[in-house]
Nanobody, 126 residues
Framework: QVQPVESGGGLVQDGGSLRLSCAAS????????VGWFRQAPGKEREFVAA????????YYSDSVKGRFTISRDNAKNTVYLQMNNLEPADTAVYYC???????????????????WGQGTQVTVSS
């Protein structure tokens, strides 16, 4: 069993920065891609960013490209999401999830992810 746990959310002003962490307990993340998703009130969950198992490949949604950076430290079984130049539209609950495939490429479809964290709230004030 894998239980991702997100941390690092909070309240920040427009233009500010936050760094989210996703740590896995139980079985390792290290051979799986990991993705970040977010869900704002009244909206569907949307893909934000993903990183492959080695960290060599990353992929971002157009809405965050150039502002967010995903990275991982497999020795610590942790994936990070550095969020810069935050905007009120980034306000949402952010979730990390493990790709169900081993040594796979990157997926943006939530169906490809099997274990999800409980989420961390990010609020950007204008």
């Amino acid at each position: 069993q894998v239980q991702p746990v997100e941390s690092g959310g909070g309240l920040v002003q427009d233009g500010g920065s936050l760094r989210l962490s996703c740590a896995a307990s139980g079985r390792t993340f290290s051979v799986h891609a990991v993705g970040w998703f977010r869900q704002a009130p009244g909206k569907e969950r949307e893909f934000v960013a993903a990183i492959n198992w080695s960290g060599a490949n990353t992929y971002y949604s157009d809405s965050v490209k150039g502002r967010f950076t995903i990275s991982r430290d497999n020795a610590k079984n942790t994936v990070y999401l550095q969020m810069n130049n935050l905007e009120p539209a980034d306000t949402a609950v952010y979730y990390c999830a493990r790709d169900r495939n081993v040594y796979s490429g990157i997926h943006s479809d939530p169906f490809e992810y099997d274990y999800w964290g409980q989420g961390t709230q990010v609020t950007v004030s204008s």
